[in-house]
């Protein structure tokens, strides 16, 4: 099985490293095959973006330089680099949530949300089953 790479842009070193082990681990027991490739601001992840070899991305909407929906926008309208996106953020409502679809995500997800619902989302962004 092919390893799927996910982009996590979220600026809290702390709760970034969690959230990707949990998820690595709750996604190898489904068995889907995940590496996260962490970003804490816009610009980290658009470098990533450059580097490539991305399937699906997890973008937090507060960073320090920047909205992350900007860089949802960016994901969903250019050809060359669509890749699907879940917006994640601690302050989950139905605006967020409209403005997450907006931009071009294929859903949101509040950051308290369990790592079993976090999963289910993922593989059904990869097109992995769900």
Do not use: C, W
Not at 27 to 46: C, G, H, I, M, Q
Not at 99 to 126: H, N, Y
């Amino acid at each position: 099985m092919e390893k799927q790479r996910i982009l996590l842009v979220e600026d809290n070193v702390q709760f970034r490293e969690d959230f990707a082990r949990a998820l690595e681990r709750a996604l190898a027991a489904e068995p889907l095959d995940v590496v996260f490739v962490e970003a804490s601001s816009l610009a980290e992840a658009r470098a990533r973006l450059r580097e490539g070899g991305l399937d699906a991305a997890l973008i937090d909407v507060g960073l320090p330089d920047g909205d992350g929906l900007d860089l949802v926008r960016e994901l969903s309208d250019g050809a060359a680099s669509r890749i699907p996106t879940l917006v994640l953020t601690a302050y989950l409502n139905h605006r967020v949530a409209a403005q997450a679809m907006d931009a071009g995500a294929k859903g949101a997800l509040s950051k308290v949300v369990s790592v079993p619902e976090t999963a289910e989302a993922i593989k059904r962004l990869t097109g992995s089953g769900g």
